[in-house]
């Protein structure tokens, strides 16, 4: 069943379009990497909403989406540690059938999910999701019209 709730972005904030800010930091593959990542930011007082870690014989991509990005950026950029940024999606998984539908629907509309990663987060009791289409823009459009509850930075 489809979640019929209606993005709070779409209809607090006008035409706003609901998206999440995403950080994939570069380091290299090397043991405690991660952790003194997570104590720089833990000391900046910087809070992880979700994190992923792809690694490779030589580095990791750890792509984070935080409660304050702009704090984030400034202590990432302060300490030198690469990174790129980029908008992602966050979808309320409203029940067992929300992933399925939710990919039906992008299918439909031929969009590719490039990733997709847990947050931290819960809204009323449920998981969220991150993800990244080739398109956001007709992502939003296409969940927005099928009902499903998406997230903004605001709420994260």
Do not use: W
């Not at 035409?15 to 990497?33: A, D």
């Not at 509309?109 to 947050?119: D, H, I, T």
């Amino acid at each position: 069943m489809l979640a019929m709730v209606t993005s709070r972005s779409q209809t607090e904030r006008g035409h706003e379009t609901p998206f999440i800010h995403q950080f994939s930091i570069f380091l290299s593959n090397r043991v405690g990497q991660l952790n003194e990542l997570l104590a720089l930011l833990r000391t900046a007082k910087v809070q992880a909403a979700g994190i992923s870690v792809v690694d490779s014989a030589e580095c990791a991509v750890v792509r984070m989406v935080f409660t304050d990005p702009p704090r984030a950026r400034d202590t990432l950029t302060r300490h030198k540690i690469p990174f790129t940024e980029c908008d992602a999606l966050a979808i309320v998984l409203a029940d067992e059938d929300t992933l399925a539908e939710m990919l039906e629907a992008l299918v439909a509309a031929e969009l590719n999910v490039s990733f997709a990663y847990p947050l931290l987060i819960r809204r009323a009791g449920n998981p969220v999701l991150a993800f990244h289409v080739d398109d956001n823009v007709l992502a939003v459009h296409t969940l927005g019209k099928h009902g499903f509850t998406l997230l903004d930075h605001e709420d994260v």
